[in-house]
């Protein structure tokens, strides 16, 4: 049984560094991002005036938003499952 929890925690702890690795590079994404808009220049941006400012703002939100949404699935997925891990241990230390 041991063997069998062993190889769910280490099932678990591979799924969980590929969701590190999909937040790290969407990360890396919303960095860029943050980085352009910090240099765009104050003055006449020529985003074709003021509505294509907005809407720029927006799909930038839309990344950041988007970015803290896949963190928050990812601890969820990571208190989901790390639950099931400490449930089975918990069965097998009543056997």
């Known amino acids: 049984m ?4 062993t ?4 099932h678990v702890s591979h799924s969980h560094q590929q969701m590190a690795r999909v937040m790290d590079a ?3 994404v919303v960095v860029r991002l943050a980085q352009i808009v910090h240099a765009i220049p104050d003055t006449e941006p020529g ?8 809407e720029n703002t927006g799909r930038i939100n839309k990344s950041v938003i988007s970015y803290l ?3 928050a699935d990812l601890q969820e997925a990571m ?6 891990v400490l449930k ?3 069965s097998q230390d009543e056997e």
């Open 88 to 90: 089975e241990l918990r």
């Open 79 to 84: 208190a989901e499952n790390l639950g099931f």
């Open 7 to 10: 190889e769910i925690i280490v």
């Open 26 to 28: 969407e990360r890396q």
């Open 69 to 71: 949404n896949a963190i």
């Open 47 to 54: 985003f074709d005036g003021v509505s294509g400012l907005i």
């Open 2 to 5: 041991e063997e069998k929890i």
